[in-house]
């Protein structure tokens, strides 16, 4: 059974901080990973997919990789800014249909 | 085009009542997916939708919990007797359709549910 872990689960740092997010999974025989972006009392914006043969994705100051061997992937943003403020999930699809999601990280970039 | 929708966004039910839930999904999407999310977890899988068809509920947690989707297009949760452990924000997706691999689901604002 696949089951998805995300360290930390919360995360306080000053404005301009480079920071990683990290997600790990227990099966490797995945389709991809994605990482969302939740703001409170929302639904869930997607930031970057990551196919099973790539190993990253980037859009703007977000980079995400990901190591199937190891059952690990990275979230990196640069430069945080306070509108970062926001939970992050990692999702698997491994082709059964559903995202089995981690527990998330709650990130707050202080001003 | 319009991204999936729901209503409504909140929900606030008294113990042992019935609600509906509602999700419109992206057009042309064929796969329908509901999710329950808890307060400071992730999202769950309940049910999946291909077409008209529920093809796979093993996520709904109990039979108080029902779906439909008569027209292969709208979907609404049903819930029964609620119990205040039902409490949790409800999330639809939709996909293009689900028989390609790495098919990418697209998630609505979700329906805040509270039950008092």
């Known amino acids: 059974k696949q089951e998805v872990t995300q360290i930390p689960a919360a995360l306080s740092v000053p404005e301009g901080e480079n920071l990683v997010l990290n997600c790990s999974f227990t099966?490797?025989?995945?389709?991809?990973l994605q990482w969302f972006r939740q703001d409170p009392g929302k639904g869930l914006t997607s930031l970057l997919l990551?196919?099973?043969?790539?190993r990253e994705q980037t859009s703007g100051r977000l980079n995400a990789s990901l190591d199937k061997s190891s059952g690990r992937s990275t979230l990196y943003i640069a430069a945080s800014q306070p509108g970062d403020s926001a939970t992050y999930l990692c999702?698997?699809?491994?082709?059964?249909?559903?995202?089995?999601f981690g527990t998330g990280t709650r990130l707050k970039v202080l001003a | 085009g319009a991204g999936v929708s729901q209503t409504p966004s909140n929900k606030v039910t008294e113990k042992g009542k019935y609600v509906e839930l509602r999700c419109d999904p992206i057009s042309g999407h064929t796969a329908l997916y509901w999710y329950r999310q808890s307060l400071g977890q992730g999202p769950e899988f309940l049910i999946y939708f291909q077409g008209t068809g529920a093809a796979d509920d093993s996520g709904l947690p109990n039979d108080r919990f029902f779906a439909v989707r008569p027209e292969g297009s709208v979907s609404t949760l049903k819930i029964q007797r609620t119990e205040r452990g039902d409490s949790a924000v409800y999330l639809c997706a939709s996909s293009l359709d689900q028989t390609r691999v790495n098919n990418e689901q697209f998630f609505g604002p979700g329906t805040r549910l509270t039950v008092l």
């Open positions: 990551i196919q099973s043969s790539q």
């Open positions: 999702a698997i699809y491994s082709g059964t249909y559903k995202y089995i």
């Open positions: 099966d490797s025989a995945i389709y991809n």
